[in-house]
């Protein structure tokens, strides 16, 4: 019944993408809670949302008419005025010729009439006494006046909260304010009755209760604050690539400053305000700074880049010219920033379980108050004083009220929800260790309920560290894996085809041979640009010889749709002629000649491309990546504004490139088909090379290996019976990955975990349950969609991942059954007590007491838990799985009777069991019942640890923080009985009575362990 309601009332929110109705709306369901700071603090703050929206509607608008009027303004750029700007004098004695809030009108103002009169992107170099080729110089002074000038490319970011502010916030419990009205009352009451300091033992020790639970609260807060900040650090790393002193080098985003030359590739963030510099085919996609879904062109007319957008497509040079909170995204993120992350599921279901006990409690705090009085008022009126009152019979109220009002702090358990974030915040911390960086907290949570993982082959799978082993070049296979093979080969081939196939490789690449610091050939580029970088400098060539001796006059990079990458040069001689590498199948299919081994170019037959198809099938079948190298001579009149054509080239080679498998993949994958997770591997490489892998990793066993196009054009009905037998899908396109997901999730009800590097993973890594962007390899827009960052790109590391999301989900399952042992026992007790006996066992300093034990401290220590391998030999919850499944409502219901017939036995039968008599034979019977409760609670924590097995103890000195918890709760418990009698109302014991109630306690872990073999 509770599950249905949760599911109706709370079950809209969605691990990602609610929408702010959704989130709203449960926020309005829980609208009376103890502590609102407190609960909702680890929500999403919606007015900061609206803000940012509406800031991202006014920047639309801003560059819109910027766009417009630099537009205008370019028709009548010849009659530029000279502008009468002048320079301030300490821009101009630091060394500079232009200030920041003038370079930020002309990037963000789009203003090319006044980038016209400062000498284009050349002229404003200059006044940035930076280069254009070497970029900014390092010396020290210089670099210090260009931040003193300019500013540092950070933003303005909330201040970290201090300890005392988590201290005000736990004050601000609406029960704990009522208790410290009440211990004031007492207070003053009991000093004038009984005078100081006999008076004051009551109300002081409420107010030390308070204290304590005040204190204890605010540490664990604080704690879980700090480990956001430093994961929040983590997720703000960002790495580009620039060029200073003449050096290419890779920086930290935040070093950046005006005047620096960034080099951007597709799937780079736009890291500060800037201009285009030189580049090929660059589209911008400005959607996160203004909401406009349509790519605009960054090119030599339109040099203008924002910082927060991104690369869509193509390569380019920029020069840095605005940074941090003088961009529009900076003073965008200082907003956003505050927005927060969204609440996960199980935050805003255990909001609605803690609303639900509450009102309960809030009920059963009422009457028992109403029973409490009406006991006291049917006493008076048979003594007859109802008429006369003392300070005693206020003080006797004034308890009543105070046990009712803490009633309601036992029953509401409002660290429910936040001992989700407890535990989330753990498991991220330890994540990050394990080299996982989680950026959306559900993912912790969804990962545990994941059942299909798709993912690529390259970097994740496999090492990415890519050599080339084998070539086929003019019909000619060799093997190329020693680092003699290079040199006999280049001897093989004819001069004419060498020199072909090094333009090839030089020219047509994303890569670069550069000299570092230390002055060493160092390469860039992607595994496979360095692969083949490598292979063209061990046959003799010279990179930089051959980029200088032709003109690169058009690019098309590489990506996942066309799976080609495609460079026009004009070459020394004149002419044009175009390179073009790729997917071996695609590549070769728009061949029509070859060049033979005399080095001859010849018309393309059947028996050399069946000679050809053999070799690509024969180096994939190795587990080898193929690649094909074609050119084509172009007709006078081709125009950089065509596109490259896509047929009619001369085939140079085929080269096989080895990634090996990563170690421990083959055991991972093991242990996700043990825990019920199919791993499908989706790549773009060729099916053979695909199958290969699979077969080496365990993940193609007996199911379906396909390839994108094939799978494209299935009907829905087949693709419901193809894609739970796929266990491979070869050539695909990003969409086809995001049909797969889709399918996935829709169809088969599946959680769904992707892995993604590429820009165009995007739609999939957004569409899937869990999106996991490769840390390494990965761009930055694939991050940015992201909800897990995998800093080793292992796939070992996504296990881990699904292991500690299935520990998160288990611990708080774990806690919840804890917790709402405790909720039950304590409310049954006091309310039944007060209705029988007229006066309550449980005192309001005791039942703070127990309330911390169960809240916060049983939080810390069942939250906490670190997984076990055993984890992973379940099956998984999936998106249908009960959060309070049977299992627990059986251990909770067992246990609470069990806890409530021993405190009802101790009320009614204590006193004759223990000879208890005279004066104090009352205090000593609920001191005792007080000690038996605790020590019930101690042991039903332990037996907690497990809900399904009966062996507890396993693996309990792992965790140290459960053993601190444990220690510190009783050695605690001894204190309060022994020494703190007179604040807490309790009695010491004798040591009978103690063996008693420790026995009592744990006689619940038998009966907790007989529970667990009543199947359910």
Request: net charge negative; charged share 20%; with cysteine.
């Amino acid at each position: 019944m509770m599950e249905s309601y949760l599911n109706e009332n709370f079950g809209e929110v969605k691990p990602k993408h609610s929408s702010e109705e959704v989130l709203q709306r449960w926020r309005n369901l829980c609208s009376v809670v103890k502590n609102p700071k407190r609960r909702f603090r680890f929500t999403a703050n919606l007015s900061k949302r609206y803000e940012a929206a509406a800031m991202r509607r006014t920047n639309q608008e801003k560059l819109r008419i910027a766009v417009l009027v630099s537009k205008a303004a370019f028709q009548f750029i010849q009659g530029v005025h000279p502008s009468d700007y002048t320079v301030p004098e300490e821009v101009k004695a630091a060394g500079f010729q232009i200030c920041a809030d003038e370079l930020g009108s002309v990037v963000e103002g789009h203003d090319l009439k006044k980038l016209k009169f400062y000498g284009g992107v050349a002229g404003i170099a200059e006044k940035l006494s930076t280069s254009i080729k070497d970029g900014i110089s390092t010396d020290g002074n210089l670099l210090n006046r260009r931040k003193e000038i300019y500013g540092i490319n950070k933003f303005t970011e909330s201040v970290g909260r201090s300890f005392w502010v988590f201290v005000w916030e736990a004050l601000q419990d609406m029960t704990l304010m009522i208790l410290g009205v009440c211990a004031f009352v007492s207070l003053i009451v009991g000093i004038i009755m009984e005078g100081w300091p006999k008076g004051a033992h009551d109300g002081l020790g409420i107010v030390a209760s308070i204290l304590l639970v005040v204190f204890v609260t605010a540490i664990s807060d604080y704690r879980q604050s700090l480990q956001f900040k430093d994961l929040d650090k983590e997720k703000k790393k960002i790495a580009i690539q620039v060029t200073r002193n003449g050096y290419r080098q890779k920086m930290s985003i935040y070093d950046l400053l005006p005047g620096d030359i960034v080099h951007l590739a597709i799937g780079d963030q736009v890291p500060a305000d800037g201009l285009f510099v030189s580049g090929f085919s660059v589209l911008i996609d400005e959607s996160s700074l203004t909401g406009e879904s349509e790519p605009v062109m960054a090119s030599a007319e339109t040099p203008f880049l924002l910082s927060g957008t991104k690369v869509q497509d193509g390569s380019c040079k920029m020069l840095v010219t605005t940074v941090g909170m003088k961009t529009q995204w900076g003073k965008l993120m200082a907003t956003l920033s505050e927005g927060g992350d969204d609440e996960t599921p199980l935050q805003v279901k255990l909001n609605g379980v803690a609303t639900i006990i509450g009102k309960i409690g809030l009920f059963f705090a009422v009457v028992t108050f109403a029973v409490l009085v009406q006991g006291l008022l049917n006493r008076k009126w048979q003594e007859g004083t109802h008429w006369s009152w003392s300070g005693d019979d206020a003080l006797e109220m004034l308890e009543f009220f105070a046990v009712s009002v803490t009633i309601i702090v036992v029953a509401v358990p409002e660290g429910l929800p936040l001992a989700v974030t407890l535990s989330l915040a753990f498991a991220m911390k330890k994540m990050m260790n394990d080299k996982a960086l989680v950026r959306h907290l559900a993912a912790c949570e969804t990962m545990g309920s994941a059942t299909s993982i798709c993912s690529d082959k390259t970097g994740t799978l496999t090492t990415n560290h890519m050599t080339v082993v084998k070539s086929c070049i003019c019909m000619n296979v060799k093997e190329v894996s020693k680092p003699n093979d290079a040199s006999s080969l280049c001897s093989e081939l004819p001069d004419s085809a060498v020199k072909l196939l090094l333009q090839s490789i030089f020219n047509n690449t994303g890569g670069e041979v550069v000299v570092n610091k230390d002055g060493k050939f160092e390469i860039l580029g992607t595994p496979t640009d360095t692969a083949l970088l490598e292979f063209g400098l061990s046959l003799g060539g010279d990179f930089h010889a051959e980029r200088q001796a032709s003109k690169l006059v058009k690019v098309e990079p590489f990506n996942s749709v066309k799976k080609r990458m495609g460079v026009v040069l004009e070459l020394p001689q004149g002419g044009l002629r175009a390179h073009c590498k790729g997917a071996s199948e695609i590549v070769l299919a728009a061949c029509d000649k070859v060049i033979n081994a005399n080095g001859q170019i010849v018309p393309l037959d059947e028996a050399s491309i069946n000679h050809l198809q053999v070799t690509i099938d024969k180096f994939a079948s190795e587990a080898l990546r193929t690649l094909c190298l074609a050119f084509m001579e172009l007709e006078i009149g081709f125009s950089a504004e065509n596109p490259i054509p896509v047929s009619g080239y001369t085939c140079i080679g085929v080269v096989g490139i080895k990634d090996p498998v990563r170690p421990g993949v083959k055991e991972s994958v093991a242990v996700c088909r043990s825990a019920g997770i199919t791993v499908r591997m989706v790549t773009g490489d060729n099916i053979n090379t695909a199958k290969a892998i699979a077969r080496e990793c365990g993940i193609l066993t007996d199911g379906i290996a396909i390839e994108g196009p094939a799978f494209r054009e299935k009907s829905q009905e087949e693709m419901v019976e193809l894609i739970p037998k796929l266990q491979v899908m070869a050539r695909s396109s990003p969409l086809d990955k995001h049909t797969l997901v889709k399918h996935l999730r829709t169809s088969l009800g599946e959680v769904v975990a992707v892995t993604g590097d590429g820009t165009n993973d995007a739609p999939a890594l957004h569409e899937a349950d869990i999106g996991l962007a490769m840390g390494i390899a990965g761009t930055e827009v694939a991050k940015e969609s992201a909800d897990v960052i995998i800093l080793d790109d292992n796939f070992s590391t996504i296990v881990t991942v699904a292991k500690w999301g299935r520990s998160v989900y288990i611990n708080i399952q774990k806690f919840v059954q804890f917790q709402l042992t405790v909720n039950v026992v304590a409310l049954i007790v006091n309310f039944s007590s007060a209705c029988l006996t007229g006066n309550a066992p449980l005192t309001a300093v005791q039942l703070l007491w127990v309330n911390m034990i169960m809240d916060t401290l049983g939080a810390l220590a069942l939250a906490t838990e670190p997984p076990n391998d055993d984890l992973m030999k379940r099956s998984p919850v999936g998106r249908k799985g009960n959060f309070i499944s049977n299992v627990m409502w059986r251990n909770i219901l067992g246990q609470s009777v069990y806890q409530f017939v021993v405190i009802w036995l101790l009320q009614t039968r204590g006193k004759s069991v223990f000879h208890l008599e005279g004066p104090d034979s009352d205090l000593i019977l609920n001191t005792l019942i007080f000690n038996t409760f605790v020590f019930c609670q101690v042991f039903n924590e332990i037996s907690s640890r497990e809900m399904e097995e009966i062996n507890v103890f396993k693996g309990i000195l792992d965790n140290y923080v459960f053993v601190v918890v444990l220690s510190a709760t009783a050695f605690f418990q001894i204190i309060i009985v022994e020494f703190l009698g007179t604040f807490a109302n309790t009695s010491p014991l004798t040591l009978s009575q103690w063996f008693v109630s420790v026995v009592v306690g744990f006689l619940g872990m038998p009966i907790a362990a007989v529970l667990k073999m009543i199947p359910v």
